[in-house]
């Protein structure tokens, strides 16, 4: 039986449609291998960029500690550290009790040491020397 003049039956039909069908198959392989490809190189990039990214922010954050008058008690810390959350910059802050000490972490872009010296001694505890 014939269609359109082809004979599906003939040998060399029969052949090219297995050989389309091949072609079709590793065409979507080729596909499938591309865009994979693709995406992994899109998720570099981004990884690239967000470690860009966090090295810029980590080169604007200082850190200083300061010996402070009177910083005794756990009740210290969080009065010293109320008058430091006002200051826009400020990130965070450890105490140590028995040292009397407190280390401070701030974005110098977005204020500055003496901001910071000036909330602590606010919160009524005067800085006695500053840490290298």
């Known amino acids: ?74 009740c210290c810390t969080k009065m010293v550290e109320y008058n430091l959350k006002e200051v826009e910059g400020y990130i965070k802050s450890e105490s140590n009790i028995e040292k009397q000490a407190i280390t401070v972490w701030f974005d110098t872009d977005k204020c500055t040491e003496a901001d910071i010296k000036f909330a602590i001694n606010r919160s009524g505890y005067s800085i006695i020397e500053t840490e290298k």
Not at 17 to 28: D, E
Not at 42 to 52: E, G, I, L
Request: charged residues 15%.
């Open 1 to 74: 039986m014939e269609c359109c003049g082809i004979d599906p039956y003939h040998p060399l039909t029969t052949v090219s449609n297995t050989l389309n069908h091949f072609i079709m198959r590793i065409s979507k392989l080729l596909f499938t291998c591309l865009t994979f490809i693709t995406i992994l190189s899109c998720t570099d990039n981004s990884n690239a960029a967000n470690n860009y990214i966090t090295t810029n922010i980590q080169k604007e954050v200082h850190k200083v500690s300061y010996t402070l008058k009177k910083y005794t008690q756990n």
